[in-house]
């Protein structure tokens, strides 16, 4: 590259799953690549966005060497082998958008509408439509995009259809809830799209007596588990940090968070759902030992 110019690719792994991520990423016509060794060889910088750290989440190796980390994730307990150049962590900012709004403003850089459009929604979609952490500067950043979006892009964006995979595993979270305490616990079996995930905790979450959701399925190399809560007295994401960090990857928000945890010797078993009935139950009960459940509340 000539001096002055910067040559950026973005580099992904795992599955574009959720449907308005895949709206997202086909409408606004985003270039991605898949992370492999190869590639990451060819980049002389390398930066994470929206994540803390390489390893928890997403699929780097904890010693590989980062150059920038931009991201609105509490970094509490976690430990980077190498400290990069450039570190911008903000745990009080809604959205990694957020951020990287402001340095647009900051920076006096004009922002074309395709632009403007991603960064809007990314405010809008991590705050929950600004229901979820958000602050004034979210906010301030929100409004200085809007006029610049492109409306027509933003509906088509965050009204996609639902795939059948998604509404089944929804559909398996309803079924299979069992509540006690305020607490609700629900097995959706055997996942294709973890992203799905979420969307149920989300949903079940709303739903009447209901303080914390934790909504919980099998890959084909992990269990995964995905946190939501309402009750002021419990930081979810610390609960999930204490009860499964030394399984796996764990953590998040006070309100939301989501732990990963690697099936190692097991991910040759065939039958996912009998496997996850058989590990799930400890790991739920040291769960729910931190959070004080007693054994004599209600089932539903």
């Given at each position: 590259?000539?001096?002055?110019?910067?040559?950026?690719?973005?580099?992904?792994?795992?599955?574009?799953?959720?449907?308005?991520?895949?709206?997202?990423?086909?409408?606004?016509?985003?270039?991605?690549?898949?992370?492999?060794?190869?590639?990451?060889?060819?980049?002389?910088?390398?930066?994470?966005?929206?994540?803390?750290?390489?390893?928890?989440?997403?699929?780097?190796?904890?010693?590989?060497?980062?150059?920038?980390?931009?991201?609105?994730?509490?970094?509490?307990?976690?430990?980077?082998?190498?400290?990069?150049?450039?570190?911008?962590?903000?745990?009080?900012?809604?959205?990694?958008?957020?951020?990287?709004?402001?340095?647009?403003?900051?920076?006096?850089?004009?922002?074309?509408?395709?632009?403007?459009?991603?960064?809007?929604?990314?405010?809008?979609?991590d705050t929950r439509e600004f229901r979820r952490n958000v602050t004034a500067s979210d906010l301030y950043n929100a409004a200085y995009l809007l006029p610049l979006t492109d409306p027509d892009l933003l509906d088509k964006i965050m009204s996609p259809s639902y795939s059948q995979e998604t509404l089944e595993v929804m559909g398996n979270a309803i079924n299979n809830r069992k509540i006690k305490n305020g607490f609700?616990?629900?097995?959706?079996?055997?996942?294709?799209?973890?992203?799905?995930?979420?969307?149920?905790?989300?949903?079940?979450?709303?739903?009447?007596?209901?303080?914390?959701?934790?909504?919980?399925?099998?890959?084909?190399?992990?269990?995964?588990?995905?946190?939501?809560?309402?009750?002021?007295?419990?930081?979810?994401?610390?609960?999930?940090?204490?009860?499964?960090?030394?399984?796996?990857?764990?953590?998040?928000?006070?309100?939301?968070?989501?732990?990963?945890?690697?099936?190692?010797?097991?991910?040759?078993?065939?039958?996912?759902?009998?496997?996850?009935?058989?590990?799930?139950?400890?790991?739920?009960?040291?769960?729910?030992?931190?959070?004080?459940?007693?054994?004599?509340?209600?089932?539903?």
């Amino acid at each position: 590259a000539s001096k002055g110019e910067l040559k950026c690719a973005i580099l992904y792994g795992g599955n574009v799953g959720h449907q308005e991520n895949r709206a997202f990423v086909n409408l606004l016509d985003i270039d991605m690549e898949r992370i492999t060794p190869e590639r990451l060889a060819e980049c002389s910088h390398l930066a994470l966005v929206d994540t803390g750290a390489p390893g928890p989440n997403n699929d780097l190796d904890p010693s590989l060497k980062i150059d920038i980390i931009i991201d609105h994730h509490s970094s509490e307990g976690v430990e980077l082998k190498q400290k990069p150049q450039y570190i911008d962590i903000r745990p009080e900012s809604g959205a990694t958008a957020s951020i990287l709004t402001q340095y647009l403003q900051e920076l006096d850089i004009s922002v074309d509408k395709t632009i403007a459009t991603a960064l809007y929604y990314g405010i809008r979609a991590d705050t929950r439509e600004f229901r979820r952490n958000v602050t004034a500067s979210d906010l301030y950043n929100a409004a200085y995009l809007l006029p610049l979006t492109d409306p027509d892009l933003l509906d088509k964006i965050m009204s996609p259809s639902y795939s059948q995979e998604t509404l089944e595993v929804m559909g398996n979270a309803i079924n299979n809830r069992k509540i006690k305490n305020g607490f609700l616990f629900s097995n959706v079996g055997y996942l294709r799209n973890r992203d799905a995930l979420p969307q149920a905790a989300d949903m079940l979450i709303n739903l009447e007596g209901v303080t914390t959701a934790l909504v919980y399925g099998i890959t084909d190399s992990n269990i995964t588990i995905s946190a939501r809560t309402k009750d002021i007295r419990v930081h979810i994401g610390n609960v999930l940090k204490e009860a499964f960090e030394e399984f796996g990857d764990a953590g998040g928000h006070a309100n939301m968070a989501a732990a990963a945890i690697p099936l190692n010797y097991f991910s040759l078993v065939r039958e996912k759902e009998d496997l996850l009935k058989m590990i799930i139950e400890p790991i739920l009960l040291r769960f729910s030992r931190i959070v004080g459940i007693d054994d004599n509340g209600e089932n539903e």
